[in-house]
């Protein structure tokens, strides 16, 4: 089913008729700005400057207020103080007013008084089905339809040319300065917009709108914060199955996220950690400077078809520089293949003292050979096992002589390799790059950045055919519990699809006995008490035990100890489990986030996973290939796939615990709000996985 965009944003922001309240024609004042950009750009639609003291404003008729109209305007502009914003709107008729830009601050941003007339203005909105967009913003521009409803001078000084990227940022002073540096980059807009203080309209709401945009290719957000989680990633949704790629800029780390706690989950799934997983599991490229911001909507726009996977061929006139790019892809997480064995004995009989490796350094010999350049990156293209190229050619892009030569390189490359992205680092002049920008080639001042650039833009392969995420299990619930002891959180996972190891509760030593008879084999025994996570540090824990005697002083050793060192925990008994097969110990949990809700980790377990901090994270519910996504994430995924003569683990049967685990705190988010499986015990290839030992938080309720 093809979805279209809100009808409401496209008034919004694709508007056939525009109101100024508060026009001037004073230069230099908010409210002539946008009557000056609309006239300058040449806007077709409907200009009405409203102001009760002047007939006529910059050579066009002025209405005193809005009601005085007698037609529907799509977009009224407000660019009159605070106080008299919510009185303007409410001049408008119900129903005839599509939507209104707020330039005005003085709101929520300056504390209660402001939030709380913020709050009147949505409200009269919503009585009269306006949508808006601020206050507190720059407001924004359709470069294609030439709609500029802002006051920001960047158009003035001169306009984007218009193209099929869309940006959207929460700061007018950062979306100002770029839309400034896309014209200076050459970057053509579709969109841009200022959302402030986000009153009615967000970040979320302009990515949806754009996903369905039929102007836009690429998106470019610029956010700080967000209050609708649920929002978010239906936005980054939408993107992703309109297969519009999405680079983000996230500042800010706040106190929203999780606080530090007994969990290790809550302690280590910060507010920036959730942003980071979001983004990974929607396909969003998350950009950490404003330079990789740009380098990456720079790619995107250019490369209609990004690179298909990470094997990167680098082609060079400079060992040196190649072995730095050669650095730069290992950091990026880029594979480097060898060229075919054939194509390294060609270059090598043509150039002995090539490199025919990866990087392949024809040395400074293609500038005396011009058609080595072409014949040699032809020649290791040619069985496929390239996913993108990049070339340096140093200071020889500035030759006049070898333009023709670099020129026609990247022509006959675009058309002999199609699917292959070519990235080119030479100092070429303005005009020069631009040309072959045309051509379809990426051109780089820096070497480094290009790397940099293409190992980001490679993660969108990881994303090409993500599935669906699942539905959340509609089984009916167990009832729900005051408090959960370990047993019945055990049992409580089992129910939910999750392999549980079996656990029987003693309340004393001849329960102790008939239940290690009842496993049938060694045991261990762990005190339960809803007043200790962590059962070894106050010995409240016994491994390998077999036979009635030894179960019987195991058991009181357990007691007596947890009696010294926790004398006023509360015991409901010790639990009976049969030793645990050899595996990797991992831990898994959830946490659930204010802004996103439950969110699930996973590393490897042990004492010291606070300390390592290798863990990885997502939002809840996803399906095995985001779990298994997430597992490889990790920096000890290497001890999973067999390390030291280990066999390797089942990583299938881990990423069906995590997918089950986050199912369930999915479909359970208002009842619990922490699990912790530690340890999640990874059983070799083909065995399955294991849950030795659970902790459960119920909502609201303290522990």
Same mark, same amino acid.
């Given at each position: ?14 508007p056939?008729?525009i109101?100024i ?7 230099? /004042? ?18 009405? &400057? ?8 910059q ?14 305007v $799509? ?14 709107l409410?001049?408008?008729? &119900? ?14 941003? +300056?504390?209660?008084a ?8 949505? *409200? ?9 967009? *601020? ?7 359709n470069?294609?339809? /030439? ?27 950062? *979306?100002?300065?770029?839309?400034s ?17 986000e009153?009615?309209?967000d ?27 649920? /929002?978010?990633?239906?936005a ?7 297969? /519009? ?5 996230k ?9 530090a ?54 082609? +060079? ?7 730095l ?7 990026? *997480?880029?594979?480097l ?38 014949? +040699? ?50 100092l ?38 993500a ?21 019945q ?30 496993? $049938? ?8 008490s ?18 009635e ?23 409901d ?11 990797v ?21 042990g ?94 309720l303290?522990?």
């Amino acid at each position: 089913m093809i979805q279209l965009p809100d009808p409401t944003l496209s008034r919004l922001f694709d508007p056939r008729s525009i109101a100024i309240v508060g026009a001037s024609a004073t230069p230099g /004042k908010i409210g002539a700005m946008p009557v000056t950009l609309l006239r300058q750009h040449g806007y077709e639609g409907r200009i009405i &400057p409203v102001n009760p003291r002047a007939d006529t404003i910059q050579g066009l008729a002025a209405a005193p207020s809005l009601n005085a109209l007698d037609q529907d305007v $799509d977009l009224a502009i407000l660019a009159v103080p605070a106080a008299h914003a919510a009185q303007a709107l409410q001049s408008a008729r &119900p129903g005839q007013l599509g939507a209104a830009v707020i330039f005005t601050s003085g709101y929520a941003e +300056t504390g209660a008084a402001g939030a709380e007339q913020q709050q009147r203005l949505c *409200g009269i909105a919503r009585e009269r089905g306006i949508r808006l967009l *601020g206050p507190n913003c720059l407001g924004f521009m359709n470069v294609r339809r /030439k709609v500029y409803a802002t006051f920001s001078p960047a158009p003035a000084n001169g306009a984007v040319p218009a193209g099929g990227i869309a940006m959207v940022s929460q700061s007018g002073a950062f *979306g100002a300065y770029a839309y400034s540096m896309a014209r200076e980059r050459g970057l053509g807009l579709s969109h841009w917009i200022s959302t402030g203080n986000e009153a009615d309209i967000d970040v979320a709401d302009c990515i949806e709108w754009l996903a369905h945009d039929a102007d836009t290719r690429v998106i470019m957000a610029y956010m700080e914060g967000c209050r609708d989680g649920a /929002k978010l990633r239906r936005a980054l949704a939408a993107a992703r199955a309109a297969g /519009k790629p999405v680079v983000v800029t996230k500042i800010g780390r706040t106190q929203a996220g999780a606080q530090a706690a007994a969990s290790h989950t809550a302690a280590l799934a910060g507010d920036d950690a959730v942003y980071d997983a979001l983004f990974r599991q929607y396909g969003a490229l998350r950009a950490r400077t404003i330079e990789e911001f740009f380098n990456l909507g720079y790619a995107l726009d250019t490369w209609p078809r990004p690179p298909a996977g990470r094997r990167l061929g680098i082609f +060079t006139i400079s060992g040196g520089v190649g072995a730095l790019m050669a650095d730069e892809a290992q950091d990026a *997480g880029l594979a480097l293949p060898e060229p075919a064995a054939a194509a390294q004995a060609r270059l090598l009989a043509q150039v002995p003292f090539a490199s025919a490796r990866n990087p392949v350094d024809v040395t400074g010999q293609a500038i005396s050979e011009p058609g080595l350049l072409l014949a +040699t990156a032809d020649d290791i293209l040619a069985d496929g096992r390239y996913d993108a190229l990049a070339v340096f050619l140093a200071a020889a892009g500035s030759s006049e002589a070898l333009w023709p030569t670099f020129e026609n390189f990247a022509r006959e490359m675009q058309a002999r390799h199609p699917g292959v992205p070519l990235a080119i680092s030479a100092l070429f002049t303005p005009e020069r790059r631009r040309q072959l920008e045309r051509l379809g080639c990426l051109v780089f001042p820096d070497p480094s950045a290009a790397i940099r650039t293409l190992g980001t833009v490679a993660q969108l392969a990881d994303h090409a055919d993500a599935a669906a995420e699942p539905a959340a299990s509609s089984d009916d619930p167990p009832p729900l519990l005051d408090a959960y002891n370990e047993v019945q959180a055990m049992d409580l996972l089992r129910r939910a699809g999750l392999p549980a190891t079996p656990c029987i509760l003693a309340t004393d030593a001849d329960a102790a006995v008939r239940a290690a008879a009842e496993l $049938d084999g060694p045991v261990a025994l762990k005190i339960v008490s809803p007043d200790i996570v962590h059962k070894s540090d106050v010995g409240g824990v016994k491994l390998n035990v077999a036979g009635e005697d030894a179960l019987r002083r195991a058991h009181a050793d357990i007691l007596d100890a947890v009696r010294r060192h926790a004398p006023e925990a509360r015991i409901d008994g010790v639990l009976v489990a049969p030793m645990a097969p050899k595996g990797v110990e991992c831990i898994a949990g959830v946490h659930c986030d204010p802004v996103f809700g439950p969110v699930v980790m996973f590393g490897l377990g042990g004492v010291f996973v606070e300390v390592l901090k290798d863990v990885s994270f997502r939002l809840a519910p996803f399906g095995r290939d985001e779990a298994l996504a997430m597992i490889r994430e990790i920096k000890g995924y290497a001890l999973l796939q067999g390390a030291r003569g280990t066999p390797p683990c089942d990583v299938d049967a881990l990423a069906d615990a995590l997918a089950a685990l986050s199912r369930f705190a999915h479909a359970r988010r208002d009842d619990f709000s922490s699990v912790e499986i530690n340890p999640l015990l990874a059983l070799p290839a083909g065995q399955g996985a294991l849950a030795l030992d659970a902790v459960v938080m119920r909502a609201g309720l303290n522990r």
